[in-house]
RNA sequence: CAAGUAGACAAGGUGGUCGCCGGUUUUGUCUGUUCUAAAAACAGAUAAAACGGGAGGAAAGUCCGAGCUCCACAGGACACAGUGCUCUGUAACGCAGAGUCCCGGUGACGGGAAGGAAAGUGCAACAGAAAAUAUACCGUCCUGAAUUAUAUUUGGGAUAAGGGUGAAAUGGCGGGGUCACAGCGACUUAAUGUAAGAGCCCACCGCUUCGGUGGCGACAUCGAAGGCCUGGCAAACCCCACUGGGAGAAAGGCUAAAUAGGGAGGAAUGAAGCGGUCCGCUUCGCUAGUACCUCUGGGUAAGCCGUUUGACCUUGCUGGCAACAGAGAGGCUAGAUAAAUGAUCACCCACGACAAAACUCGGCUUACGGUCUACUUAAAAA
RNA sequence: CGGGGUGUAGCGCAGCUUGGCUAGCGCGCUUGAAUGGGGUUCAAGAGGUCGUGGGUUCAAAUCCCGCCACCCCGA
């Protein structure tokens, strides 16, 4: 199993982010909101963006980390190769621990493998 | 014990598992160069392994000061802005150190944009006669005129010892002293007398001037003289002294890609650099529109350098009250770019606050839980 | 990275230049009058740490300094 996460597989270019947002499906929860849409690579790809309503700097970075290392320990369950784009919601805080949001984002990413 | 003042310190630790960023070394693969080719070497890219590194005291706010880069190796004048007790430190500062003076506190200690009000302009509500002018005004007294008179109105003169307001009224405070020098009011009286009271005199404090002593200096202190003649506000304009050219890493340089070529302007009193104005400097250009230059609009917008060795850090020594400086030894300590330093488990200290680099330093300010050290405590309470 | 602005009554604003007049205006709110009742109208009234902490001054919404929050602009 590979729990690898390079920089391939960032969302870097402001052209993809606005491809993303653009033409992609909208999917959420209670935590975060994904755009999605299908890519041409041989692996998946996630950006992600925090607003400055999370909180200060430290914050920001913390609320990326978690969904950061929740996608690197669950990407394995994704079939198709797609591009996603997370932004936390409101309720998200920094108090929240790994496993408060990785059963939700786990039903998420299956839920992609039938929609795509 | 409590309350307080000043200063210093660390910024959770250890181990396991899974990850992130960049560095060095080794190995593999690919590409390029040298070469006829291979091997080998070099360079680059990529993957794996090993080794060691990976946010702060404020990284924050962006309030000052510098380095660095480009514009003239940043020049002159005016404007504008900032600073404003003294000396020292520093690359520099609006910062720091040591002092002076003033203010606050019982005290440890803290705070102060602390030059000039006889260069000029301006301001001071309400109250008050008056707010900077010692004149006028009110009051009092004498006197002339009008009115039949008490009285009122009005002209002239005298009186500056009355006018009690205000944040502020010609320095403050205490003592002496004057009543035939001038003279307001009170009590008293036939005349008169009595007490209070300013000018006046003296002492002390303040102020100004002069001189002595100490100090580099701000200033302190001692003595003498002057009766004080020019009140307050410059965080009002201003004056004086000093400082400041502008733009900022999206600076700036290189490579790649893209330069279709739309619109407007230009002629020696020209255009741009030059982002307050003028001068000066530099570059380009000067009888014609097609070329050149400038502005505007449109397009491309990927990578590398800058970018981490620096007014650096540690350590003891020397000089200095100190800030700091000097020479010596040792060390290399983040370098990301949709943006790395994390997640999770266990144990311990006993629950960890405020908060994360973005070219780099020196400060300031603000946020913040804790540990330690030194010092202070009048009154009240235990 | 750089530049600018705003904060005053429940809401929207003025006053700040040149410090003092009572911190004012509109809408809203309360009470009363008028009407059979409501609206309109009229009268009276309440409501303010002038964002916050210091400083200058006799006196600060106003002048100066430090913070906080929000908004806007340029590259």
């Not at 270019?13 to 992609?24: A, D, I, L, T």
């Amino acid at each position: 199993m590979n729990y690898h996460f390079t920089k391939s597989e960032h969302l870097t270019k402001k052209k993809e982010f606005e491809r993303v947002f653009n033409e992609g499906k909208v999917i959420k929860n209670e935590f975060v909101v994904l755009y999605v849409i299908r890519n041409d690579f041989s692996h998946s790809r996630i950006g992600l963006v925090v607003s400055k309503k999370v909180g200060n700097a430290v914050r920001r970075n913390r609320a990326k980390r978690l969904l950061r290392e929740v996608y690197r320990l669950n990407k394995h369950l994704l079939t198709v190769h797609v591009d996603i784009i997370a932004i936390p919601r409101q309720p998200f805080t920094t108090d929240l621990k790994l496993s408060d949001i990785e059963e939700g984002f786990r039903k998420l990413l299956l839920k992609m493998n039938g929609d795509f």
